[in-house]
């Protein structure tokens, strides 16, 4: 039983603008984070708009698209995933491969795939989107740099840290040109150009940027929101790679302790913030001290290892 939405009494339900209207509807319900109604109401409108305009026609597609982000929030990857893979199959048949609508669900599908692990059909499908993007919007436009955005994520979970490098380089300098120094998008960028240094041994560098990521994220977002927390452990991991170890030691601390207060600590961030100073700890002798803190946190001595991953932006 859909949601019940009431459609304009002159009108069938099947009639086209009643099902443009119950479309409309469910991408208010969507936005206000009411997904559970509007999956109802895409699932209705979406059935009818088969049965009515058949299953290719741009409108139908346009349902389907939204349904599948509908599923995605609920949690249901798995349909998502089906609906998204049938939605781009039809849309590049019948759209061809640069409209914006295939595009944009090139990018939907990828984000299926990237959740499940799978970042080899992740990247593929986000360079589908990413140089479609760039042939039609231009290298500038918002959506093609969101689009070299998770391709850099995709290439870094691949190990492909200089074609990451490359890309993520690209997107930060038009980021700041277009949104400026402190914009959250910008920053995000940031981050990741830093991982991408750290991981092909430019710890310099990436400190240095990561140094500056921290003071704009601390003056524009406040010392204790998780981007700022984030950038906290990815300097520390710098300054273990520079050998400097006591500070980064004092800094992962700092960033423990405030983590635990905003975010619990039963956070995945936070037990990968607890492993990092238990390791740090251990390596510079204090064996008791990593021992207590682990045991707080229910981790077993063998949870402690190398350098902390650092935490790239998604």
């Known amino acids: 039983m859909p949601w019940p939405f009431h459609r304009r009494p002159a009108l069938d339900a099947d009639h086209p603008d009643a099902l443009a209207d119950a479309h409309n509807r469910a991408v208010e319900l969507g936005a206000r984070g009411q997904f559970q109604q509007a999956r109802e109401l895409d699932e209705d409108t979406l059935e009818r708009r088969r049965r009515v305009l058949g299953p290719d026609d741009p409108r139908t597609l346009a349902t389907a698209n939204n349904l599948a982000a509908d599923l995605r929030e609920l949690g249901e990857r798995g349909q998502a995933r089906e609906l998204d893979e049938d939605t781009l199959e039809r849309r590049r048949r019948t759209l061809g491969d640069d409209h914006l609508g295939t595009l944009a669900n090139a ?10 692990g799978d970042f080899g059909r992740a990247r593929e499908l986000d360079e589908l989107a990413f140089f479609g993007r760039q042939r039609v919007l231009g290298g500038d436009d918002i959506q093609t740099l969101q689009s070299a955005h998770v391709l850099g994520i995709d290439l870094r ?14 997107s930060f300098h038009r980021r700041r040109r277009i949104l400026g120094d402190d914009h959250p998008d910008t920053l995000a960028n940031a981050n990741n150009l830093a991982v991408d240094l750290r991981e092909l041994g430019e710890h310099q560098q990436a400190r240095a940027l990561d140094e500056d990521t921290l003071a ?20 520390a991991a710098d300054l273990h790679a520079l050998g400097e170890h006591q500070r980064a030691l004092e800094l992962d601390e700092d960033t423990l302790a405030r983590r635990r207060r905003v975010l619990g600590d039963a956070d995945p961030g936070t037990v990968a ?17 990593a021992a207590v803190l682990l045991a707080e946190f229910g981790l077993s001595p063998d949870a402690v290892g190398g350098p902390p991953a650092p935490a790239p932006q998604g």
């Open 216 to 235: 704009r994220r601390r003056r524009t977002l406040g010392d204790d929101h998780p981007n700022t927390l984030n950038s906290a452990n990815n300097l």
């Open 273 to 289: 913030n607890a492993q990092a100073v238990a390791t740090a700890l251990r390596a510079m002798g204090h064996i008791d001290r």
């Open 157 to 170: 979970s691949l190990g492909e840290f200089q074609q990451a490098r490359e890309l993520d380089e690209d």
């Open 107 to 116: 990018g939907a599908l990828a984000g299926d795939y990237r959740a499940l």
